[in-house]
């Protein structure tokens, strides 16, 4: 069974820094793409940050370029967004989302590709 746990959100100033991570069960990294999305109020949900099984390949929302990097542990089966240069517009719920790779990394980078949700992590950007 697939589960997913993002940690990490909070409450950080503008230009501050936070890292979420999302700890996977039932699945090893090694056979699953892995997608960070955010879904702020009354908006959709949109991809911020996708990685790949292999190679790996990255995927960034050209929002959070440059200031977002996502990265894997496989021995402790975790993926990581570090994000850095926070504004207020990045608060939002932050989801993690696994599915076995069946493209590009930046075509799978949307809502419908993924299948598997953790229950998100609140980021707020606020003074």
């Known amino acids: 069974q697939v589960q997913l746990v993002e940690s990490g959100g909070g409450l950080v100033q503008p230009g501050g820094s936070l890292r979420l991570s999302c700890a996977a069960s039932g699945f090893t990294l090694d056979y699953y793409a892995i997608g960070w999305f955010r879904q702020a109020p009354g908006k959709e949900r949109e991809g911020v940050s996708c990685?790949?099984?292999?190679?790996?390949?990255?995927y960034y929302a050209d929002s959070v370029k440059g200031r977002f990097t996502i990265s894997r542990d496989i021995a402790k089966n975790t993926v990581y967004l570090q994000m850095n240069s926070l504004k207020p517009e990045d608060t939002a719920v932050y989801y993690c989302a696994a599915e076995p790779p069946r493209t590009t990394v930046q075509a799978m980078c949307v809502k419908a590709y993924f299948a598997s949700w953790g229950q998100g992590t609140q980021v707020t950007v606020s003074s």
């Open positions: 990685i790949t099984n292999s190679d790996p390949s990255t």
